[in-house]
């Protein structure tokens, strides 16, 4: 019989200490942020989606090595290029050379995983991460970036 | 108490729990033959979000693999990845530095912490309390911040590479994981004295689930399930790796096999884990974080290897068969979550719903980790 009374009092006595606890948490500062109306700073390091860097002349600086392609995971990045033909002056004569020349850079995010293989196998520090998150979307092809008409907007 | 009264086979009934049920925390579907609210026979359906992630690591080079492994365990994502790195470490005999070592023990312990913190929700608002998992929440978000801003992800890490570390950590960060283990320790307490003393939460779990010592051995049962079944089994100590050798922590067992004591094990891990963090934060050494000469591709010689490594949810186990080439000839992943999910069927059986969802909750299963 007492033990009985005494589980009902200790149970009862739990329940208030519960009580106690969660009355003392409506004093403390609120954490949460109201999303649409506020927004938090994104840290330095935040991986968004890519976007090509630019080099002082404003021209991107990515040169087609195809290194970032061959790195994804999950093959969403797809560079077209095409040869040109120019010529050079080397030890007083004309020579025809060929280079390659970027024409198209493009992301399908929708397979994107953010997992930053393509930046970090990169040689000449030619994409970095956007700080962009807010990003959705009704429509599938809103995913697709053309970086490098991003870049030609974000400049001019 | 557990234990059905009466069981008439030819009055049950077909109860299906899930694919899309809030208790089965993912899309696990549990077809349950029921007397009232007697559970019969329990039959666990896998394979709704199977995504081949061995075979993709069949099809990708070692690099290229890395961000899968993330994608097993969204909780604890640190210790997969730890798992595959250290595997292919060994294979191809890459020397990691000192620092790099130090802070992947770091990384993976406030991710455990981090798991356990949510799971602690999970597991309380299964049982029908909501307020706890508000303050494991507030509590875990500072862990995500912590390991956004050095790894720039917030679930997915993909942080660790081949030899070393994707970036350094900072003074901001270990400022930042020194002050946030006091916090922890005032938290663990401020949970001990709201749910763990609570005689609700007590009556629905003591002496109820049990899961004995040798059903953990025949299910392949490890982790918190098996350390809450008495066994003494921890990967960091009994098969060590990286630098856990150089920790001082206990690894908490307890004897009672029930719901509780799986719970409780769990809580004491925390406090653990924040001692690992402590004192790797006190040793952490100066240095590089990748070693001077690795190779630029990743060509393991031929050969078998494997590598366990101890995730929040039990013993990760990760092979790869090599033939020379930069694929896996063979990617074989043993999750934890898998083996300890198994053996819900047999447990399960002549219990009542609500003290087996109990139990279910107390296993922690993630889903994705066990299809994989």
Redesign the interface.
Known sequence: MGAYFSEIF???W??L??LG??FK?FFKPV?TVPYPFKTIKM?????GHIELVEDESGEPKCIACMMCQR???SGCISITTKTEKYEVEVDGEMKTKKRKILIGWDLNFTTC?????CV?SCNKDAIN?SKEYNLASFNKEDFHFDLLNRLKERNS | MSGPIHIRKDETFTLNVGPQHPATHGVLRVKMEMDGEYIVKAETVLGYIHRMHELMGENRTYPQVLPNLSRLDYLGAMGYTHGHVLAVERAAGIEVPERAEYVRAIMVELNRVASHLFWFGAFVMDLGGFTPLMYAIEDREYILDMLEAVTGSRLTYCYFRFGGLYNDVDDDFVNAARAFIPRMRKSLKKYDALVTGNIIFRKRLENIGPISAEMCRKYGATGPVARGAGIDFDVRKNEPYSVYPEFDFDVPVYHECDSLARYKVRMDEMEQSLRIIEQGLDKLPEGPIMPKKKPKLIKPPKGDYYQAVETARGSFGIRIVSDGTKNAYRFKLRSPTYSNMSLFDEACEGMMIMDALAMMGSLDLVIPEIDR
């Open positions: 200790l149970g009862l739990s329940l200490i519960g606890i969660t948490e954490v840290s330095d390091r935040y991986r790195a994804c995971p995983s953010l997992c930053g293989q970090e991460f």
